[in-house]
């Protein structure tokens, strides 16, 4: 894993010195590889000094191994970490369907308890004569 940051390192830093040795043209407040009318040319090389370059490589080397190890560090604790406790019924119980056009029996059946959640409107009787 190192050695795929190691190699795209390098080839930024040698895509960015690949990249000075062009002209660069501001134009108004835009800015280009193309010269304009009203344009000037920018130098855009880069002022870095070798040795501060080669301590800024080994520095971004060591922060790259110590991000490392501190993502295996963090792979291994959540390995090893309890389960989440879920408090309450797995499933929310689903009420059984009834089909249409079946009328419900007002009364109850002897021993048998009417389901709480369960309402089925009715008009009201008629009046006896």
């Known amino acids: 894993m190192l050695s795929r940051f190691a190699v795209l ?8 010195t690949l990249a000075s040795a062009q002209t660069v043209y501001r134009c108004g407040n835009s800015y280009g590889p193309q010269p304009c009318a009203a344009g000037t040319a920018l130098d855009v090389t880069d002022r870095i000094a070798p040795a501060d370059a080669a301590r800024a490589t080994k520095r971004t080397a060591e ?57 089925t409107a009715t008009a009201p009787r008629e009046p006896k004569k």
């Open 9 to 16: 390192f390098a080839a930024l830093a040698l895509a960015g």
């Open 63 to 119: 922060d790259m191994k110590r991000a490392e190890a501190m993502e295996n560090a963090r792979l291994a604790q959540e390995k090893n970490a309890p389960k989440a406790i879920v408090i309450g019924p797995k499933e929310v119980p689903k009420p059984e369907p009834r089909e249409h056009g079946k009328p419900h029996k007002d009364k109850k059946k002897k021993g048998k308890e009417e389901d709480p959640n369960l309402f």
